[in-house]
């Protein structure tokens, strides 16, 4: 399932939140439309020689 992302870097799989950081424009979005759900957000490594190290999930309940 896609999510309001405009590159398809975020996607519903079951009951994760998948972020590919590698196809990620930050252009905001996401954190537009989640505003007043909390700041906090998963940490990933931007430099990398794998691109396996681009893609996190969390489990939805504890995307805060
Ligand atoms: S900032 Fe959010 S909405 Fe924009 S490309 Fe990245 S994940 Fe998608």
Redesign the pocket.
């Given at each position: 399932m896609s999510v309001a992302?405009?590159?398809s870097?975020?996607e519903v799989v079951g009951p994760r939140l998948v972020?590919d950081l590698g196809r990620?424009?930050?252009?905001?979005?996401?954190l537009e439309l989640a505003q007043g759900l909390g700041s906090s957000r998963p940490e990933a490594l931007l430099a990398t020689r794998r691109r396996a190290n681009l893609v996190v999930s969390y489990r939805l309940g504890d995307v805060k």
């Open positions: 992302c405009p590159s870097a975020l972020l990620c424009t930050a252009c905001g979005r996401c």
